[in-house]
């Protein structure tokens, strides 16, 4: 499943290619994502452009030089590549965004789980955007947010960093990996946790997600390729999917167990 770094890394490869270029046609092959698409998205965008891209969570807002903002999520199995006009559409290549110079930008998705939208309105009142937690990377992001949201609660730690409505973008991999940098175990109550290991724990979500971007700059060739893989990459980690593998700080093994039905990894040595 696409992660907050693959759609950062996915927001940097797409850009370049089609910022300020004329979009001369949009080919719906299969409108039904998660939503539908709006029937009137080619009308909307034919003959203007895209000024600029942004990722807000795990949305891509790709603001027009009209009103309009194309909002796009890659679900569980989306991807964006850029293909030139003579790359005909395999399987499951559901939308085309063609630009005047022959580029295409082209979004396929297996299982459909994603979604094609346009809004006119700010984007921050959208009712996907508005909802949404600080980003993770910005300055709003620190330990002292978690630590006053977390006050009195007595949902387990990793659970409460993978709401979004606390802070976006920490999924399931991100989670354990920040816990076990933090040394917080992840069935930890989020009320009992001090400010200082909140601090710590920020600061750790923020390393590692940053990390999993500066990785993911290597493949961002692959965008232009049509023989390469889309932008999803394997990142190091420490301890998600090592269940029985020795902790890398003090070689016990890695335990996994379910928390609210997700896989999650710890060493119960250097977590508490
Ligand atoms: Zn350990």
Avoid at 119 to 129: A, E, G, M, R, Y
Wanted: proline share 5%; with cysteine; net charge positive.
């Amino acid at each position: 499943m696409p992660e907050l770094p693959e759609v950062e890394t996915t927001c940097r490869g797409i850009s370049p290619h089609i910022i300020d270029k004329v979009i001369s046609d949009v080919i719906v092959r299969h409108p039904q994502l998660r939503w539908p698409i709006p029937e009137n998205l080619a009308e909307l965008l034919i003959g203007h452009q895209f000024v600029n891209i942004q990722r807000r969570a795990k949305y891509l807002l790709l603001k027009t030089n009209t009103t309009e903002t194309v909002i796009i999520h890659l679900g569980m199995s989306g991807n964006l590549r850029i293909v030139d006009n003579n790359q005909p559409a395999k399987k499951h290549d559901h939308v085309d965004f063609v630009f005047n110079d022959g580029t295409i930008l082209r979004y396929n998705d297996t299982r459909r789980f994603g979604a094609i939208l346009s809004t006119s309105k700010p984007i921050d009142q959208h009712k996907l955007i508005s909802q949404l937690g600080p980003e993770p990377l910005s300055t709003d992001f620190t330990g002292k947010h978690l630590y006053t949201l977390a006050s009195n609660k007595k949902i387990a730690v990793k659970t409460f960093i993978m709401n979004g409505h606390n802070v976006v973008g920490v999924g399931n991999i991100y989670a354990s990996e920040s816990l076990f940098m933090a040394g917080i175990h992840p069935t930890r109550q989020a009320g009992n946790i001090s400010f200082e290991r909140y601090e710590k724990l920020a600061e750790s979500i923020k390393l590692v997600l940053q990390q999993a971007i500066d990785q993911g700059g290597t493949t961002l060739r692959d965008f232009v390729n049509e023989q390469g893989k889309p932008g999803y990459f394997q990142q190091s980690l420490a301890v998600y999917g090592r269940k029985d593998e020795p902790c890398l700080k003090c070689k016990s093994n890695i335990q996994q167990i379910k928390i609210a039905q997700r896989a999650s990894y710890f060493c119960t040595n250097c977590q508490s």
